[in-house]
T-cell receptor, first 112, second 115 residues
Framework: QKEVEQNSGPLSVPEGAIASLNCTYS??????FFWYRQYSGKSPELIMF????GDKEDGRFTAQLNKASQYVSLLIRDSQPSDSATYLC????????????FGTGTKLQVIP | NAGVMQNPRHLVRRRGQEARLRCSPV?????VYWYRQLPEEGLKFMVY????????ESGMPKERFSAEFPKEGPSILRIQQVVRGDSAAYFC?????????????FGQGTRLTVV
């Protein structure tokens, strides 16, 4: 089992719709969860982080965390073509080194 | 990209030459990660280092590739005798140890082209 799993996509949504991106992780003791966005040819940039169970909202973005199910998601409301990118889920582990492990990313396409 | 510096940004090497990629982490960060990314593909983990130690090199090919993060100076990813298949973007990220709720920051990447 991969440590952090994401569906590679592409996930296609029409402009204005809600895009839902999902991620599961294997380290039950993980405490910190991050979403990065990577545009083609660019480096990943952090867009959201969440540490506690439940929802965290920031503008059009909502991160959801369910530690019991080892599941974290990112919702993008009112999707825009400029949101088209690859979204990477990252998990900071519970071990002594607190390694940050990335999923391979989900490619999102917002269709105008 | 709060301060992770990678150089060079672009590197062209002939087959058989050596490539040396450098990464200076955010000041105060003692953990460095190297990733490889082929066009239109996801990030592939290569190696995770702490100062003077390799913690996890499970993603790095056993031959021709090596990485170090010395006490002083940048982290180096070294590829010996490069082949066309090594052409990719190589990203470095750094994070802070001892603090759980902090993220990893990425550098701009080095685009390696083997001709």
């Amino acid at each position: 089992q991969k440590e952090v799993e994401q569906n590679s996509g592409p996930l296609s949504v029409p402009e204005g719709a809600i895009a839902s991106l999902n991620c599961t992780y294997s380290d039950r003791g993980s405490q910190s969860f991050f979403w990065y966005r990577q545009y083609s040819g660019k480096s990943p940039e952090l867009i959201m982080f969440i540490y506690s169970n439940g929802d965290k909202e920031d503008g059009r973005f909502t991160a959801q965390l369910n530690k019991a199910s080892q599941y974290v998601s990112l919702l993008i409301r009112d999707s825009q073509p400029s949101d088209s990118a690859t979204y990477l889920c990252a998990v900071k582990g519970s071990g002594g080194y607190q390694k940050v492990t990335f999923g391979t990313g989900t490619k999102l396409q917002v269709i105008p | 990209n709060a301060g992770v510096m990678q150089n060079p940004r672009h590197l062209v090497r002939r087959r058989g030459q050596e490539a040396r990629l450098r990464c200076s982490p955010v000041k105060g960060h003692s953990h460095v990660y190297w990733y490889r990314q082929l066009p239109e593909e996801g990030l592939k983990f290569m190696v995770y280092l702490q100062k003077e130690n390799i913690i996890d090199e499970s993603g790095m090919p056993k031959e021709r590739f090596s990485a170090e993060f010395p006490k002083e100076g940048p982290s180096i990813l070294r590829i010996q005798q490069v082949v066309r298949g090594d052409s990719a973007a190589y990203f470095c990220a750094s994070s802070q140890s001892g603090v759980v709720n902090t993220e990893a920051f990425f550098g701009q990447g080095t685009r390696l082209t083997v001709v």
